[in-house]
Antibody
Framework: QVQLVQSGAEVKKPGASVKVSCKAS????????IHWVRQAPGQRLEWMGW????????KYSQKFQDKVTITRDTSATTAYMELSSLRFEDTAVYYC??????????????WGQGTLVTVSS | EIVMTQSPATLSVSPGERATLSCRAS??????LAWYQQKPGQAPRLLIY???TRASGIPASFSGSGSGTEFTLTISSLQSEDFAVYYC?????????FGQGTKLEIK
């Protein structure tokens, strides 16, 4: 079935970097965008950026422009999100999500299970 | 950045009754709006996109309406599994933005 499976929870120190993976299966990886969304404790969902699974083009939220790098490996049908210079406030669950697009609209139709990143000294 | 505001923050409804959730955009998003359901410890689940199109596998008890800046999600007859947090999201402009959520709880 169509699914996105993310890598496991991470604990990092302030100033470190973290790289989260998102393995796609059950569909043609190169035909879709993959988005990254984060959810800090008690906060709303926050869009970070996307990558085009086909050509590798990316788009980032201005808030995360200098902090996040999204890449993909088509042979592994996997997208990656690397977050640098971690701060305590980066503690959150990070989700990847596939963008579905049709004549009637777009949305994130398939989500990964989420990866908890904890920043702690 | 388009700000999405949902109301109410918490809605208490009895099973079998109807629930109406609202979402307002700070500027027009046309019909570029989606609704998601999230249960504790789970990823969001797509319910509605294009303001009113149900996603695959979503029961007809869920319906969306609105355009421009005012949107509504209606659940016609609440089942126990419907009690969750609901988010709206606009995808007219980057950054895509979400509302703060409405928690639907059992009365």
């Amino acid at each position: 079935q169509v699914q996105l499976v993310q890598s496991g929870a991470e604990v990092k120190k302030p100033g470190a970097s973290v790289k989260v993976s998102c393995k796609a299966s059950g569909y043609t990886f190169t035909n879709y965008l993959i988005h990254w969304v984060r959810q800090a404790p008690g906060q709303r969902l926050e869009w970070m950026g996307w990558i085009n699974g086909g050509n590798g083009n990316t788009k980032y939220s201005q808030k995360f422009q200098d902090k996040v790098t999204i890449t993909r490996d088509t042979s592994a049908t996997t997208a990656y999100m690397e977050l640098s210079s971690l701060r305590f406030e980066d503690t959150a669950v990070y989700y990847c999500a596939r963008e579905y697009s049709s004549s009637t609209g777009r949305a994130f139709d398939i989500w990964g299970q989420g990866t908890l990143v904890t920043v702690s000294s | 950045e388009i700000v999405m505001t949902q109301s109410p923050a918490t809605l208490s409804v009895s099973p079998g009754e109807r629930a109406t959730l609202s979402c307002r955009a700070s500027q027009s998003v046309s019909s570029n709006l989606a609704w998601y359901q999230q249960k504790p410890g789970q990823a969001p689940r797509l319910l509605i996109y294009g303001a009113s199109t149900r996603a695959s596998g979503i029961p007809a008890s869920f319906s969306g309406s609105g355009s421009g800046t005012e949107f509504t999600l209606t659940i016609s007859s609440l089942q126990s599994e419907d009690f969750a947090v609901y988010y709206c999201q606009q995808y007219t402009n980057w950054p895509y933005t979400f509302g703060q959520g409405t928690k639907l709880e059992i009365k």
